[in-house]
């Protein structure tokens, strides 16, 4: 809390100075400066503290990330692996459904939830719905045990990259369906990853910025996955051109 006290305290003092400054001039003690002047002057006083708040808050912004996606090792030891994965989902905020039940457990728009989810505990998670959330590849630790997972969204999350997508092999004996479209930072080589999830029914790669030659990847994925409808909204298909086409082909290739 030290850091953020002295950037106000340090704010207030060239605030209050600023504002001498101009009861000055307009009294008549000091001759007015340019316009260009005065702001050149106010942004070399308040650099320094601008790039240490921005250093601040993106350390800040990466401590959250690495604490909402810690392991859940704690739950897992005391309440059992079905309960971690529901309990790390919800705190995300976003949704499970235990096998052999119908009710989904979601959080709410402020991140609450109803603790009934501790009763299933014997019951396997079926389907995850981690849709617009910070999930990362260090989160899915608490995912990985359960085998039985047929379903999960990704739709949305911005920490989903390659690297989260080659570690989704684990549940290849089970996992059916697979939303990860709108996630920014997914390529062409993290969905050759994919072609091990055998048991894929449906795919959805919907406007995924980064790829480059949609049509030739839901081609590839339809050959990798020959059982699994794969949807692919949001592109211009009919925008392609001869040497992307060949450059997703050999990423693809290579996975």
């Known amino acids: 809390m030290a850091a953020p006290l002295l950037l106000v305290q340090r704010h207030c003092r060239l605030s209050y100075l600023s ?10 003690l000091a001759p007015p400066r ?29 401590w959250r990330l690495k604490k909402k996606n810690a392991f859940y090792g704690y739950t897992q030891v ?17 949704g499970v459904r235990y096998a052999g039940q119908s009710q989904w457990f979601r959080s709410d728009r402020r991140g609450r939830f109803t603790w009934d989810f501790m009763n299933h505990k014997d019951s396997p998670v079926e389907e995850v719905d981690a849709s617009n959330t910070v999930i990362d590849y260090s989160g899915l630790e608490n995912l990985v045990r359960q085998r ?22 684990v549940f ?15 390529t062409a080589g993290g969905l050759a990853a994919l072609g091990n999830l055998r048991n894929l029914h449906r795919l959805d790669v919907s406007s995924l910025p980064r790829l480059q030659s949609p049509g030739l990847v839901v081609i590839l994925l ?23 086409l060949e450059d997703q082909g050999e990423e693809l290739g290579r996975g």
């Open 148 to 169: 039985g997972l047929r379903s999960l969204s990704l739709r949305g999350c911005e920490e989903v990259d390659d690297w989260f997508l080659s570690r989704l092999h």
């Open 34 to 62: 340019p316009v260009h002047t005065r702001v050149l002057l106010y942004l070399a006083q308040r650099f320094h503290d601008v790039e240490k708040f921005l250093t601040w808050t993106s350390g800040l912004k990466k």
């Open 78 to 94: 005391n309440y059992g692996d079905n309960i971690a994965t529901a309990y790390y989902v919800l705190c995300l905020g976003g």
């Open 222 to 244: 339809e050959e990798m996955l020959p059982h699994c409808h794969v949807t692919a909204a949001g592109y211009d298909h009919h925008r392609l051109a001869l040497e992307p």
């Open 172 to 186: 290849q004996d089970s996992l059916e369906e697979l939303d990860i479209s709108h996630c920014p930072l997914i």
């Open 19 to 28: 504002v001498a400054g101009r009861c000055l001039s307009s009294s008549g």
